[in-house]
């Protein structure tokens, strides 16, 4: 069977190709618009106001023991890295034995909505329990959850009670 090449056969490989190309855009398109958070949690301590990393230096004429003496927070950095704007509903943490610690309210100004692009800092007080942590969570209004690992956490923390002397 002899097999020649039309120009109708052309045109339709063409058009197919087109297609293919248009929907696999539309599909690239759909998933950047997509919500999504990236969480990262790390131990902070308050500044004037403002969320400063635990291990930074003051420069602002405070001694290192006084420095020391500031109360610690975990700090949600929560960054909606989708094309939509998300509202903040919750913050959690899973400690080793799988128990599910949820932090909620008015004092962290929650729920609160980020929009594209924005990243967030929510600073919560260590309550005693943080040395169990494991897992940290965020939920938004409808109900998704991401998660990030305590590792940084953890290392942070353990660094701070030993300069403690804890």
Known sequence: MDFQMR???????????????????DVIKWRKAQAHIT??????????????PSGGRLCNGTSDEEDRQRERFIAYN???TGGTAITVQSLASKDKDGQ???????????????????????PVPLDGTEGTIRGFYVRDAIGREW??????????????RRKMGN
């Open 100 to 122: 599910l610690k949820v932090v909620c309210g008015k004092a962290l100004n929650l729920p609160q909505t980020i929009q594209p692009a924005v990243s967030v800092t929510v």
């Open 39 to 52: 969480l990262s949690c790390y131990l902070t301590k308050m500044v004037d106001n403002m969320v400063v």
């Open 7 to 25: 120009f109708m056969d052309s045109v339709a490989i063409y058009g197919a190709v087109v297609a293919t190309a248009v929907a696999l855009w």
């Open 78 to 80: 929560i960054k909606n």
């Open 147 to 160: 998660c990030c690992k305590a590792c940084i956490f953890q290392k942070q923390l353990a660094e701070y």
